[in-house]
């Protein structure tokens, strides 16, 4: 079984500024991967990045980067140039590589980012 | 393309009624799993089907079940309702193979409340 620990639940940041989304997981199998996903409050489950256990270079998708820490199990969420519309709950979801298209869930972390 | 597809949106229902939630992947996507949200229990993974065979199961009562046609679109049927159904149910797709190109989506979900 994975667990998952996402251990701020509320967070806030000025606009433009950059933030980190901490999601720290308890897994003992060697090959995994990692999702962040953003709900807005309308419920949509939206994907925003992906990390391989393997991969040796941090995934970056536009704003979005991962700080990957495999010895450590960390996968932290790194949001650039904060946006009004980033405010919503985001979510850390490992999975296994070989039938990961079951995800466990974090609790969430809610960011909201102030004008 | 078209993302994943979720019906109803939002639905109300009286207790000790069924429902049935649909789901429609993006095209191309073999797999197909319902998840659930609650307030109290977060995101649980209720099952997956792949090929019109369920291939993982969470931990819910026999009350909960799945099946998926030869489309790859998938329903999901809640029977004999109670209050504590009542949540947001999430469907999501992918490939359904393992690494990157197992991205996956989700759809907007169905708002489901028992009263």
């Known amino acids: 079984a994975q667990k998952i620990t996402q251990t701020q639940p509320g967070m806030f940041v000025q606009e433009k500024e950059a933030v980190t989304l901490d999601c720290t997981y308890d897994?003992?199998?060697?090959?995994?991967?990692l999702f962040w996903y953003k709900q807005p409050s309308s419920g949509e489950m939206i994907f925003l990045i992906y990390q391989g256990s393997y991969d040796e270079q941090n995934a970056t998708e536009g704003r979005y980067s991962l700080n990957f820490q495999k010895a450590r199990k960390s996968a932290n969420l790194v949001i650039s140039a904060s946006q009004l519309g980033d405010s919503a709950m985001y979510f850390c979801a490992p999975g296994l590589t070989g039938s990961a298209r079951q995800l466990t869930f974090g609790s969430g972390t809610q960011l909201t980012v102030l004008p | 393309k078209a993302g994943v597809t979720q019906t109803p949106r939002y639905l109300i229902k009286t207790r000790g009624q069924q429902v049935t939630l649909s789901c429609s992947p993006i095209?191309?996507?073999?797999?197909v799993s319902w998840y659930q949200q609650t307030p109290g229990q977060g995101l649980q993974f209720l099952f997956e089907?792949?090929?019109?065979?369920?291939?993982n199961k969470g931990n819910f009562p026999g009350r909960f079940s799945g099946r998926q046609f030869s489309n790859s679109r998938s329903e999901m049927n809640v029977s004999t309702l109670e209050l504590g159904d009542s949540a947001l149910y999430l469907c999501?797709?992918?490939?359904?193979?393992?690494?990157?190109?197992?991205?996956?989506?989700f759809g907007e979900g169905s708002w489901l409340t028992v009263v």
């Open positions: 897994t003992s199998d060697q090959s995994y991967g």
């Open positions: 095209s191309g996507h073999r797999s």
């Open positions: 999501a797709s992918s490939l359904g193979r393992g690494g990157a190109g197992n991205t996956i989506y």
């Open positions: 089907y792949f090929s019109e065979t369920q291939r």
